[in-house]
C-alpha cells in the first residue's frame, strides 16, 4: 500500500508503490527524482495523450462530423455512449477522450482520421517527432495489447507537448461538457443531451493544477500524469504501473517539489528534439555514361539533332538488341528523374 508522508521543505521524496514515476520541471527539463525513468511499461490511458496529438493534427477542424459505427460501440472499457449511425463532432469526440477516457470516442476518433492502422500510424509518426524513444503505441485507446507500451521520460515530454497545445489544453482543463443528444436507430426514439465530468481530477482541485490523464486496466495497473503551475514554475508528475493511490501520488510528488526550497536535480530530460546535425549525404559523382546521357536530355545537347539521335538509334541497333533496350530503359529513368 501507499503511504503518504512528509512532502514539506527538506522532507525525503515520496515514494509511489509503483514501477515508475518521475517529476521534473517542464521548463527546464530538470528532474527531482525518479525511478526507472526508461522502463516500458503498458501506459492504459494515458496513451491518449499521444492519441490527442497525434490526430488533432488531421482532425484539425472541430466542426467536423463523423458519424458513429457499431465497432466505436463495441470497444471495450470506459465509454462515453456513442450510439451508431448518431453525428459527433470532432470537438465532442476529444472532450469525450480526454475529460472521460471514453475508448469509444477514441477509437471515433482514429476512424475519423482515416481508419485505425493509419491512427496508429499517425501516433508513431508523432512519437517520432517528439523524440520519444520508449513509447510503442498499437491503439488509440490505450487498452492492452502486445507491444504497446511507454515511459514515464516519454511522458513528460508528451506532457511539455500538450501544454504547447491551447487548443487541448483547454480541453483537458475542462471539468463538465454535455454531450448532444440523438436517436436510437433501432427503437427511433430520441434521447436527451448527458454531462459528463474530467475524471483526472486535477483541475480545480489540486493548488494550480493544470491537468492531464488518468489510466488504469488489469495488466498496466494505474498510470497518471498530473500537471501543475504555480508562481512561474509548471511541474509535472508522471507514474506508470502502480498498485493504488495512483492518482495521490502524482500530487504528492507534485506538492514535495513545489515545497522544497533546494530542488535536487538527477538529471535532465530533453523536452523538445534536437535538431539532427548530421550533413545531407553529397550526390554521387556521374559517371562518364550517365553525364553523356544527361546531355542527351538537356536542349542544344550533343545528341539533340533528330537526325543524330536516329543515327544513334541505328548505331545501336546493328550492334545488338540488347544495347538498345537497355539504352532506352536507362533513358526512361532519367526523363523520370528530370521531371521530379
Not at 459505427?69 to 465509454?79: E, L, P, Q, S, Y
Not at 533513358?331 to 528523374?337: C, F, G, L, S, Y
Amino acid at each position: 500500500m501507499y503511504e503518504r508522508a512528509r512532502i514539506d521543505d527538506g522532507a525525503p521524496a515520496p515514494r509511489p508503490k509503483a514501477s515508475a514515476w518521475v517529476v521534473g520541471d517542464l521548463d527546464s527539463g530538470e528532474v527531482f527524482t525518479s525511478q526507472e525513468m526508461d522502463r516500458q511499461l503498458a501506459p492504459a490511458s494515458v496513451i491518449k495523450l499521444l492519441t490527442a496529438l497525434a490526430l488533432v493534427d488531421v482532425l484539425d477542424d472541430p466542426e467536423q462530423k463523423y458519424e458513429a459505427v457499431f465497432d466505436d460501440m463495441a470497444v471495450d472499457g470506459t465509454k462515453v455512449g456513442l450510439v451508431q449511425k448518431n453525428e459527433y463532432t470532432v470537438d465532442q469526440l476529444f472532450h469525450a477522450m480526454l475529460m472521460s477516457s471514453a475508448n469509444d470516442a477514441a477509437h471515433a476518433l482514429g476512424n475519423a482520421a482515416g481508419g485505425q492502422g493509419r491512427a496508429v500510424e499517425l501516433m508513431e509518426a508523432k512519437a517520432e517527432e517528439l523524440g520519444l524513444t520508449g513509447t510503442v503505441p498499437k491503439n488509440t485507446s490505450g487498452l492492452d495489447a502486445d507491444g504497446q507500451v511507454t515511459t514515464v521520460r516519454d511522458q513528460l515530454i508528451i506532457a511539455r507537448a500538450m501544454l504547447d497545445n491551447d487548443y487541448l489544453m483547454k480541453i483537458v482543463q475542462t471539468t463538465e461538457y454535455r454531450m448532444p443528444g440523438g436517436v436510437n436507430p433501432e427503437t427511433k426514439e430520441k434521447f436527451k443531451g448527458y454531462p459528463i465530468q474530467d475524471h483526472t481530477k486535477i483541475v480545480g482541485r489540486i493548488d494550480g493544477g493544470l491537468g492531464l490523464k488518468n489510466g488504469y486496466t488489469v495488466k498496466s495497473k494505474g498510470s497518471f500524469v498530473a500537471v501543475a503551475k504555480r508562481g512561474d514554475r509548471t511541474y509535472a508528475a508522471a507514474i506508470l504501473h502502480s498498485d493504488n493511490s495512483t492518482r495521490q501520488a502524482a500530487i504528492d510528488l507534485l506538492d514535495w517539489s513545489f515545497a522544497q526550497s533546494n530542488l535536487p536535480v538527477e538529471t535532465t530530460v530533453a523536452l523538445t528534439p534536437e535538431p539532427s546535425a548530421e550533413p545531407s549525404p553529397e550526390p554521387a559523382a556521374p559517371t562518364h555514361e550517365e553525364t553523356a546521357a544527361t546531355e542527351a536530355q538537356e536542349p542544344g545537347g550533343p545528341l539533340s539533332s533528330p537526325l543524330v539521335l536516329i543515327a544513334a538509334a541505328a548505331a545501336v541497333l546493328g550492334a545488338g538488341g540488347i544495347a538498345f533496350t537497355a539504352l532506352r530503359r536507362r533513358e526512361r529513368r532519367q526523363r523520370a528523374a528530370a521531371s521530379e
